[in-house]
């Protein structure tokens, strides 16, 4: 082995794929996120004379970003016109009102900081890509206890475009100095998927996610996990 960082020389096996670095997405992977946007929803709405919408209607709309979700949750009750009309206040009340609510209605998934504990352990690079806003992103992993695992944090605003596009994992990918080949993406849905397979990234999806409402086990995958500690990890490869 050769002098330097550590994750430079020592590949890790997860899943069956060699890397050194882990990509993890945040709501549906790491924390349980569906009652923070349940209940900012559900303070936005009334303020345009909507109706409040179930946990069932909000979670088939979640990973695509806050911009998504207020856009295709105005038009459960109003046409394409009328949704536009109102968009630019009701995205402006629903961030003002998320910002209230961050992390009071989550939780983190069970064996999340386990898993990522031994991912770092055995001496992976650990970043975060989420389509929720970074500054939202950050504030709700330091509330859980997660931050620290991260050298970066990138949400949906951190670059012109989102996931499905791979630009977020490509350019995390060079901050963080890590070839997308040596790289894992750890995920919940086809979104994450998509991203990874564009930027040439190994995918893993949690079996406990949101992914819009469709079976997770659709989307081609290493490995699909039902707790994060549980994934299978062989060091020294
Ligand atoms: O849709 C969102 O705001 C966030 O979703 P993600 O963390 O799963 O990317
Ligand atoms: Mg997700």
């Not at 009750?77 to 992390?103: C, F, K, M, T, W």
């Not at 406990?208 to 086990?217: A, D, L, S, T, W």
Request: aromatic share 6%; proline share 6%.
């Amino acid at each position: 082995m050769t002098a330097g960082a550590p994750w430079l020389d020592a590949p890790v096996r997860v899943a069956g794929v060699a890397v050194r670095a882990a990509i993890v997405d945040l709501d549906g992977t790491m924390v349980d996120t569906l009652g923070d946007f349940h209940a900012t929803l559900n303070r936005m709405l009334p303020e345009f004379g909507l109706p409040a919408v179930s946990r069932e209607q909000v979670e088939v709309r979640i990973g695509k970003g806050s911009e998504y979700l207020v856009a295709q949750t105005l038009r459960i009750h109003l046409d394409d016109a009328r949704a536009d009309a109102v968009y630019p206040q009701a995205i402006e009340s629903y961030q003002r009102h998320y910002a209230d609510v961050n992390g009071n209605h989550a939780n983190v998934f069970p064996g999340v900081a386990e898993g990522l504990q031994r991912l770092a352990d055995a001496g992976l690079a650990l970043a975060c890509i989420t389509n929720k806003p970074t500054a939202y992103a950050r504030e709700l992993l330091r509330l859980k206890g997660l931050l620290g695992f991260f050298r970066v944090v990138n949400g949906g605003d951190a670059f012109p475009r989102k996931k499905p596009d791979p630009m977020p994992l490509l350019e995390t990918c060079r901050q963080i100095d890590m070839q997308p080949a040596h790289t894992l993406m750890v995920g919940d849905s086809q979104n994450d998927a998509l991203a990874a397979r564009g930027a040439g990234c190994a995918v893993v999806l949690a079996t406990y996610g949101y992914n819009h409402g469709e079976p997770i086990r659709a989307t081609p995958a290493a490995a699909y996990f039902d707790r994060l500690d549980q994934l299978e990890l062989e060091r020294d490869v």
